[in-house]
């Protein structure tokens, strides 16, 4: 007997660019492709809270560790609701705002998009802001994408990042939705370096309501915390009584999906949001690490001026986050992954949380290199 | 604009035994039917090597927090496949067992159920042996039968309590396999206290292997943690190239399930299970529940003897685990939710930890009464 001999090799589908790193011995070898924020020293940055938070929690004997219900933890599905509508809004106040606890990256995409699978039948076409080129055209580049395509969708990836003039195009985001198809489910996620004016937001918004497209938000990195893989898919309804449909309808799904969400991040997460000197303490050092990014920026740039890098890096700090394009073309990329060991995903967006002062200059000469280098092979 | 107007309230499944007792506020409530085991207190039992090794974790600052591969912490897929085989035995030497990391209750379920989809096509049928005696026939009581059936698979469901003799019945079992349809999926859990002997195991073995039966084992509560929400799904392929591509695939599905596993479960039974002192420890206090369990189990049965409760009540000691039947019929137990506010699943099958020095007295003799009074009520 002998089952499973005709199930082939799956295509890789990421990791190889870190595996490649780890394998590489170069003394100067950088990645600058994580996903989570980076300290100065290169470990994933962890705020003191959270530490101190998973310390208490340890150390706390009244903590009883009964699973939770199917939903998740309530206190942190409040404190999550709290946090991003604001204690006093009126969606809160009337309670049709809700959310179910979900699990590790990518868990509330899943559950969402079981949800639209069955409850979302008149349009099952998916458009997403990606952030990298496609590439054959057909394949989504982003995990999300590939989770509503498995589930039969039709997935369109978008990248709105005009090459030529180093920006986040917000017209190519309106010309897109004004051609999206009636009803269909629009990813949003990631626009925050795309600068709509406020006139730009309010002909988004007409138009994704004319033309009923279901917005389905995308919020990552809400900084509070690494490796703890929650996560809460969050829903406001017309109504209370509509509210209670829907989450009982999702609570059917999550019980297929991993029925008890395991519960120490929504800890941690509650902790901190329910504690206001917590919580204090935990936007402070938020702060702190936007603001070492946007050093980190200001030096990369200032460093490629002193360099006499040709072209302008003004993009570099005009891009909001941790994540940034760096403005490179794919040869100037595979120059800087092949010949200086410097690891960056093809479409030239890095974690500029990844760049230390161990690197700054490696990485600012090398990426002087890469452009003249090109710019000598033009000729 | 109004979408989703047309979602019904799911049907509820399950916790509504749970919300009952939790609304009740008679001073003798008792609930029974608790997963996890429970402390002399009442408190879910977590072991002191857990409380120990959470601590460790939580004050170790070497440890980083970047994510986790798709598949999962390996440290921890070794240290599963190594407790559960034996370090030396065949299938590891000769690398063709292996794992991937999954997340709470039912992940390893969802994973392994969507693998079997797409690479077990000759037959979609799977028999499960369940603790229920399924109520209208069709739906599966089992929270892993729905995650089968939501995927399409017809699923049938057999118990093998046999509610006259008061045992679980190794010949139900074997008649179930052979007539189960060639090819079939049988999923094989909780026939700890099913007494097969040395010959009908291996008849069961036999009968499975002619049948090209494909086993997927329950292997739940390992005792080590609880309210961690971790797990693994396990695969032994016939050799290791084999086994890789089926762990391919199985990565591919846990990519659009969570992408990166929680940690913090996985943590805390790597450092256990790696350590050879810790891992003593807890087998030792595994030893302890284990006691407590047949103690209770004993002291329940002397003091149904003693109040001269009618019947033999020698299946009590004689099923093994923490969970057994009671052995009650349906009007008996009706008797104790509705009477005695003694919260027991329609089937009788109740977790022995929660019954305590605290409760015992009024458990027993509320049993003795039910039994008394549904058999005034025959007369």
Redesign the interface.
């Known amino acids: ?10 295509q ?4 190889s660019l870190l595996k490649t790193y780890k394998q590489d011995d170069h003394p100067n070898k950088v990645f600058l492709a ?3 924020c980076m300290t100065s020293q290169g ?2 940055w ?1 705020s003191s809270v959270v ?1 101190k938070t ?2 208490q ?3 706390d004997p009244s903590l ?7 939903m998740g933890m309530k206190s942190f599905i409040q404190a999550s609701l709290n946090l991003l509508f604001g204690k006093d809004s009126q969606v809160i106040m009337e309670n049709r705002a809700g959310g179910v606890h979900t ?5 509330a995409f ?1 559950l969402g998009a079981q949800f639209l699978k069955t ?2 039948q008149d349009s099952q076409v998916v458009y997403i802001i990606s952030s990298h080129k496609a590439g054959g055209g057909c394949l989504p580049t982003e ?1 999300h994408g ?2 509503f395509q ?1 589930m039969g969708f039709t997935v369109y990836e978008h990248i709105f990042w005009d090459s030529a003039r180093l920006c986040l195009d917000p017209s190519m985001l309106l010309d897109v939705v004004e051609q999206a198809p009636h009803g269909c489910i629009f990813v949003i996620g990631n626009i925050g370096s795309c600068k709509l004016t406020q006139g730009q937001w309010t002909q988004l918004m007409v138009l994704m ?1 004319s033309k ?1 497209i ?1 917005p389905f938000f995308d919020i990552p990195y809400q900084g509070l ?6 996560g809460i898919l969050v829903v406001v ?2 109504s209370n009584e ?1 509210l ?3 989450l ?2 999702l ?2 799904f999550a ?11 929504a800890r941690i997460i509650t902790s901190v949001l329910c504690n206001p000197a917590m919580q204090g303490e935990w936007k402070q050092s938020l702060e702190g690490v936007v603001k070492n990014v946007m050093m980190t920026k200001e030096k990369v740039k200032e460093k490629l001026r002193l360099l006499g890098t040709p072209g302008s890096w003004d993009h570099i700090t005009e891009q909001k986050g941790s994540h940034g394009y760096l403005g490179l073309n794919p040869q100037q990329v595979d120059y800087l992954v092949k010949k200086k060991h410097i690891y960056i995903p093809k479409n030239g967006r890095i974690n500029f949380t990844c760049i230390n002062s161990y690197n700054i200059d490696y990485i600012t000469e090398s990426v002087n290199e890469a452009v003249l280098f090109t710019k000598d092979s033009e000729k």
């Open positions: 007997m002998s089952v499973f001999t005709d199930v082939p090799l799956a890789k589908l990421e990791g994580y996903k989570v470990q994933p962890v530490r998973r310390m929690i340890a150390q009883t560790y009964e699973y939770t219900p199917v699990v590790g990256d990518s868990g899943q409850w979302h995990p590939l989770v498995d309501k009923q279901f915390t690494t490796d703890e893989g929650v309804a017309l509509l209670l449909c829907v009982s309808q609570t059917d019980r297929a999906l991993w029925l008890n969400p395991p519960t120490t991040g």
